[in-house]
């Protein structure tokens, strides 16, 4: 079992950075592929970043890919999402999740894959 907790969200103005972290309890997220999502308002749930358990993979949405760095302490067991040049459509409630998976560099962008997951925390990028 493994528990998530994300912190780290806010108000911010466009162009700004924030760094989400996912403190993870229960298990060490070393041996979990972790994956970053987010949901705006009357939208879908949606890929934004992941990271292989071996931390040897990771995979973005085009949308952030240039913007958004992920990355693991194994000694903290906290994953960290880093937001650079945030813009009004990055508003949403983003959740950090954990899955197991067999292959050490695989990252699934499907929010179904994962299993654990956290309670979410809402990031606003005013224009």
């Known amino acids: 079992q493994v528990q998530l907790v994300e912190s780290g969200g806010g108000l911010v103005q466009a162009g700004d950075s924030l760094r989400l972290s996912c403190a993870a309890s229960?298990?060490?997220?070393?041996?979990?592929?972790m994956g970053w999502f987010r949901q705006a308002p009357g939208k879908e749930r949606e890929f934004v970043g992941g990271i292989s358990w071996s931390g040897g993979a990771t995979d973005y949405a085009d949308s952030v890919k240039g913007r958004f760095t992920i990355s693991g302490d194994n000694a903290r067991n906290t994953v960290y999402l880093q937001m650079n040049r945030l813009t009004p459509e990055d508003t949403a409630v983003y959740s950090c999740?954990?899955?197991?998976?067999?292959?050490?560099?695989?990252?699934?962008?499907?929010?179904?894959?994962?299993?654990?997951w956290g309670q979410g925390t809402q990031v606003t990028v005013s224009s």
């Open positions: 229960g298990r060490t997220v070393s041996s979990y592929a």
């Open positions: 999740a954990a899955r197991r998976s067999s292959f050490r560099d695989y990252v699934s962008t499907r929010s179904h894959d994962y299993s654990y």
